[in-house]
Nanobody, 127 residues
Framework: QVRLVQSGGGLVQNGGSLRLSCVAS????????LGWFRQGPKKAREVVSC????????HYSESAKGRFTISRDVAKDSVHLDMSRLKPEDSGVYYC????????????????????WGQGTQVTVSS
């Protein structure tokens, strides 16, 4: 069973930076994809970024490009999201998610087609 535990987040001023982290457990192979999502107040959940083990680079939403950086620690099965130049519209609950099964290769997708989810962490950017 895959478990995702998130940390980070909090309150930051407009233009500030934050780091989110997500540590996964339960993977039996390094074949998974990890993504970051967010859900703002009265908004639908949206994908922010994702990363996998393919030769393709990480993916970002248009709003995240140039400001957010996703990275992973393969040895620790963890993923981080470094967010800079934050804006009030970046506020919301952020979730990490994983696409994984014991067989095959799992690629990151910029949709919510993920199997397991973290508990969520609040990010609030004050204006």
């Amino acid at each position: 069973q895959v478990r995702l535990v998130q940390s980070g987040g909090g309150l930051v001023q407009n233009g500030g930076s934050l780091r989110l982290s997500c540590v996964a457990s339960g993977f039996t192979r390094k074949n998974y994809a990890l993504g970051w999502f967010r859900q703002g107040p009265k908004k639908a959940r949206e994908v922010v970024s994702c990363i996998d083990f393919s030769d393709n680079g990480p993916h970002y939403s248009e709003s995240a490009k140039g400001r957010f950086t996703i990275s992973r620690d393969v040895a620790k099965d963890s993923v981080h999201l470094d967010m800079s130049r934050l804006k009030p519209e970046d506020s919301g609950v952020y979730y990490c998610a994983a696409r994984w099964s014991p067989v095959g290769q799992h690629f990151c997708v910029m949709t919510d087609d993920y199997d397991d989810w973290g508990q969520g962490t609040q990010v609030t950017v004050s204006s």
